[in-house]
C-alpha cells in the first residue's frame, strides 16, 4: 500500500547514521573530581568510558607506557655489612624515616623504612626500605654447628685447633662470674690448645684415650679416677671464652662455652656447649641498631614494620 512505502535514505542521512554508530562504539574520557574521598589522591582524575559495554577504564596503564622516570622511590635493597647499612640509610634518608630491628634469632633483621610517616603527617607508601640480614661468619657458623654434639678426640683435638685464634683469655671480671656461677675452673687459650694438642685423661675405670696430632700416637689405658700420663691427679677445665665475630665485617661477640666430656663404648666423647649464644646474639644485634640510630640520627624500635 503506498502509506507503507519508506523514504529513501539519502547521503546525509547514511552519513548522520554511520557517526552515530562510531560515537556509540568508540569511547570517550571523563573527569571525575575526588574531593571527599581522603588523602592520597589527586583532585580531579581522568577516566575512559566504554559506551558500547557501559564501562568506566582506567587510562593509567596506558600512560605508564611513555613514562621516562619512577614516579617515586620503591623497592628494597639488600646489603651485607652495618657500615654500608648506615651508609646507604644516609644517602636516602628524609626527616620522616625510621629504623626497625627484629633481634631474635634465627633471623635477625635490621630494616630502614625510608618514606615511612608519622601523625600529623600525611601517610606514605613506606614501600622504600633497606635491609642488612646479619649474614654470619663461617666461623660462628661452625661453632653452632658443632654446639652440643659429642665427638671423639680426633676429630674434637682437630676442632680445637682449627679454631685456636677464635679463643680468648677471660678478663678477670669473667673469671670471676664464670667460675662462681658454674663452679668450675676457666681455661685460658693455651691452655685449650695444650689439652687439644695432648688429650690423655683417664674416666671412671674406663678408658683413657690420648692423642698427638703431629705423630698420630694413641693411648688407650684403664684408670680408677682423673689422672694425667703421669699418674697424677689433673683438673679439666669446665669453661672457656670464645671471641667470635658473628657477623660479616661485624664485632666479635664473647660467648662462654662449658667443656664436657664423658664415655661411651670406652671411648672419651668431648663437647662444649655455649652458654646462651643466643641472648650475647640478640645483644649484639640490639648494639648495633643503637649504633645505627645514633649514626643516622633516625628513631629506632625492636620490631618489624608494617607490610
Known amino acids: ?177 664464670y667460675e662462681r656461677l658454674f663452679g668450675e675452673k676457666m681455661a685460658t687459650p693455651s691452655e685449650v690448645v695444650a689439652l687439644s694438642r695432648h688429650l690423655e685423661v683417664f674416666v671412671a675405670a674406663r678408658a683413657k684415650q690420648g692423642i698427638r696430632l703431629q705423630t698420630g700416637e694413641r693411648v688407650v689405658e684403664f684408670s680408677e679416677e682423673h689422672q694425667n700420663a703421669k699418674g697424677e691427679a689433673i683438673v679439666v677445665p669446665g669453661v672457656f671464652m670464645v671471641s667470635v665475630p658473628a657477623f660479616v665485617d661485624g664485632d666479635a661477640v664473647r660467648i662462654p662455652a662449658r667443656l664436657r666430656y664423658r664415655v661411651s663404648g670406652g671411648k672419651v666423647l668431648w663437647l662444649y656447649q655455649l652458654y646462651r649464644w643466643e641472648f650475647y646474639l640478640r645483644e649484639q644485634v640490639g648494639h648495633d641498631l643503637k649504633q645505627a640510630s645514633n649514626e643516622t640520627g633516625l628513631p629506632a624500635f625492636e620490631g618489624t614494620p608494617e607490610a
Not at 529513501?8 to 570517550?28: F, K, M, R, Y
Not at 575512559?48 to 623497592?75: C, W
Not at 628524609?94 to 601523625?119: C, H, I, M, Q, R
Open 1 to 177: 500500500m503506498p502509506g507503507n512505502e519508506k523514504a529513501p535514505i539519502d547521503a546525509h542521512g547514511i552519513e548522520l547514521v554511520t557517526q552515530l554508530a562510531i560515537e556509540a562504539a568508540s569511547a570517550s574520557t571523563v573527569s571525575i573530581t575526588t574531593g571527599g574521598l581522603g588523602d592520597g589522591l589527586p583532585s580531579s582524575l581522568s577516566l575512559a568510558f566504554e559506551r558500547k559495554g557501559q564501562a568506566f577504564k582506567s587510562i593509567k596503564p596506558l600512560i605508564e607506557e611513555y613514562r621516562t622516570a619512577p614516579d617515586r622511590r620503591k623497592g628494597t635493597a639488600t646489603v651485607e655489612t652495618l657500615a654500608s647499612f648506615i651508609a646507604l640509610v644516609d644517602r636516602h634518608k628524609d626527616d620522616n624515616s625510621a629504623l626497625f630491628g627484629k633481634t631474635v634469632w634465627p633471623d635477625p633483621k635490621l630494616t630502614a623504612v625510608l618514606d615511612y610517616d608519622k601523625e600529623g603527617v600525611p601517610a606514605r607508601n613506606r614501600s622504600h626500605r633497606i635491609v642488612y640480614a646479619f649474614p654470619l661468619t663461617d666461623e660462628f657458623k661452625a661453632w653452632v654447628a658443632t654446639n652440643g654434639k659429642p665427638m671423639e678426640q680426633e676429630p674434637f683435638a682437630a676442632f680445637l685447633e682449627e679454631h685456636a685464634a677464635e679463643l680468648s683469655a677471660p678478663t678477670a671480671g669473667e673469671v670471676s662470674e
